[in-house]
């Protein structure tokens, strides 16, 4: 099976200072991968040169599927435009008819439980949970066969997240897509994900990575508690996880 996203010797400075170097990384269709790592090791510089907008300084990346959607924090709603508008966006860009994108952005829609109403509203017209929703119907609209995700949940409360978290499961089982899901809370990653990832703290390579038993929306509480639990007392995989280095942080 040819994987749908591969990342090969990836590294990357800014100003100099070497924020990545020698990632490699595949992930197959249909394929949720959670990459943990501690803040500021270099996740979300990865999502970027994944998701194509950052050119790396050295290395390979290759979508054979050609195009990828993103989902962050941050929803990044146009606040003029509605949800339907907003959702409708990589239609337009590329090139779907309008009477044809009405019904694929209702049936996304659908899909992260927007009702047909939040449809016509504006973002400041909706909580942060639907605009999230928002922003991930966005990110089905145009079929990707790649979605990456970089900490979309972080700001939501813990029932909201589980709810979204749950959302991305039942969208990827369904559409199939292959996703890069950045996290470093590892509660969700086991949550959600067939394979965790994690990177070094230096973002220089991979420390590792392991499969959580079960499949992701099979999992129930007691599963994801005791392999969290496993894993942070006694794996060294996830040692430094939770390690802060503030110089490395913006
Ligand atoms: N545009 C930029 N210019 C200069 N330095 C940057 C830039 N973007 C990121 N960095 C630096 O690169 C390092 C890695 O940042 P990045 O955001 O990729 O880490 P992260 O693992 O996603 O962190 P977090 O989990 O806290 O979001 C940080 O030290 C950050 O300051």
């Given at each position: 099976m040819a994987?749908?996203?591969?990342l090969?010797g990836i590294?990357?400075?800014?100003?100099?200072?070497?924020?990545?170097?020698g990632?490699?990384?595949?992930?197959?269709p249909?394929?949720?991968?959670?990459?943990?790592g501690?803040?500021?090791c270099g996740k979300s510089?990865?999502a970027?040169?994944?998701?194509?907008?950052?050119a790396?300084?050295?290395?390979?990346?290759?979508?054979?599927g050609?195009?990828?959607?993103?989902?962050?924090?941050d929803?990044?709603l146009?606040?003029?435009?509605t949800?339907?508008d907003?959702?409708?966006l990589?239609?337009r860009?590329?090139?779907v008819?309008r009477r044809d994108r009405?019904s694929r952005?209702e049936?996304?829609?659908?899909?992260?439980a927007l009702?047909?109403?939040d449809l016509?509203r504006?973002?400041?017209?909706l909580?942060?949970?639907?605009?999230?929703?928002t922003a991930?119907?966005?990110?089905?609209?145009d079929?990707?066969?790649?979605?990456l995700?970089?900490e979309?949940f972080?700001?939501l409360d813990?029932?909201?997240?589980?709810r979204?978290?749950?959302?991305v499961?039942?969208a990827?089982?369904?559409?199939?897509?292959a996703a890069?899901?950045?996290t470093?809370?590892?509660?969700e990653?086991?949550?959600?994900a067939?394979r965790?990832v994690?990177?070094n703290p230096?973002?220089?390579?991979?420390?590792?990575?392991?499969?959580p038993?079960?499949?992701?929306?099979?999992r129930?509480?007691g599963?994801?508690?005791?392999f969290?639990?496993a894993?942070?007392s006694?794996s060294?995989?996830?040692?430094?996880?939770?390690d802060?280095d503030?110089?490395r942080?913006?």
């Amino acid at each position: 099976m040819a994987a749908a996203l591969t990342l090969t010797g990836i590294g990357h400075a800014f100003l100099g200072r070497t924020i990545l170097d020698g990632i490699s990384l595949t992930v197959n269709p249909g394929e949720v991968v959670a990459l943990a790592g501690p803040s500021g090791c270099g996740k979300s510089t990865l999502a970027h040169i994944a998701a194509g907008v950052l050119a790396p300084l050295r290395g390979h990346r290759d979508l054979p599927g050609g195009r990828c959607g993103m989902v962050f924090q941050d929803p990044r709603l146009l606040p003029w435009a509605t949800a339907a508008d907003n959702i409708a966006l990589p239609l337009r860009l590329s090139g779907v008819p309008r009477r044809d994108r009405r019904s694929r952005v209702e049936a996304v829609a659908r899909q992260v439980a927007l009702l047909p109403e939040d449809l016509d509203r504006y973002p400041a017209e909706l909580s942060g949970g639907m605009r999230q929703r928002t922003a991930i119907a966005r990110a089905l609209a145009d079929g990707p066969p790649v979605i990456l995700f970089d900490e979309p949940f972080t700001a939501l409360d813990p029932a909201l997240k589980r709810r979204m978290q749950d959302l991305v499961t039942d969208a990827a089982a369904t559409a199939r897509f292959a996703a890069l899901f950045i996290t470093h809370d590892l509660q969700e990653a086991a949550r959600i994900a067939h394979r965790i990832v994690v990177m070094n703290p230096d973002g220089r390579g991979l420390t590792g990575e392991c499969r959580p038993p079960g499949q992701p929306g099979q999992r129930d509480d007691g599963a994801v508690f005791a392999f969290v639990r496993a894993a942070l007392s006694s794996s060294p995989l996830f040692a430094h996880l939770n390690d802060l280095d503030e110089r490395r942080l913006p």
